[in-house]
């Protein structure tokens, strides 16, 4: 099931950015539909689009672009949260849900991710129940533990002191985390 959850997530990661990617499209093409029909910043002030289909073309693409927006977004943090193993799908449920209707492409990405989600709700770990004994000094080290896994930065530890091991030796680098 490891590997419905890892692959759920990777398809929303990529369908995320792809859809940040038409996304910005969209501006750029807005941008262009509005210079080409002689457009004003006082006209989108306004509102006025009477008179002119590119402009109302414009604005339409504008309230597509920001709604793609949203939803890629929406997916590329949910296929983040599951690829980490996090509860909290909530984000990511609607937007599959959605992707339901865009067949068939978004109908195989929603079903499964609906699918993954649902059968996998015992794998998922909500993050805010989580007590562990050395919390405090994780923190101070940079180290998160997801219940399954320590993490420093994009790197994952089976074991505490390696993660210890591995936050001090980048502080001594003064790398960041």
């Known amino acids: 099931m490891q590997n419905h959850i890892k692959l ?3 398809v929303n990661i990529i ?3 792809i859809g940040i990617g038409l996304s910005i499209l969209a501006g750029i093409s807005i941008f262009i539909l509005f210079i080409a ?17 590119v402009r109302t073309l414009g604005l339409l693409l504008l309230v597509l672009g920001s709604l ?3 939803f ?14 996090e509860k909290g799908m909530t984000g990511l449920m609607i937007v599959s849900l959605i992707s ?3 067949f068939p492409i978004g109908t195989i990405i929603g079903a499964y991710t609906i699918w993954v989600i649902s059968a996998c709700r015992d ?6 129940t989580i007590k562990h004994p050395h919390a405090e000094q994780m923190a101070q080290e940079g180290i998160i533990y997801n219940g399954r896994y320590y993490a420093v930065g994009e ?3 089976d074991k505490l002191d390696d993660a210890f091991a591995y936050a001090r030796q980048l502080k001594q680098r003064n790398i960041s985390v």
């Open 8 to 10: 759920a997530a990777q």
């Open 15 to 17: 369908f995320g950015w």
């Open 37 to 53: 029909s002689g457009g004003s910043l006082n006209d989108l002030t306004a509102g006025d689009t009477s008179g002119s289909w």
């Open 68 to 70: 793609q927006l949203i």
């Open 72 to 85: 890629s977004i929406t997916q590329l943090s949910g296929g983040r949260k599951l690829l980490a193993g």
């Open 100 to 102: 339901l209707l865009a």
């Open 123 to 128: 794998l998922l770990i909500d993050l805010s």
């Open 155 to 157: 790197i994952h530890f």
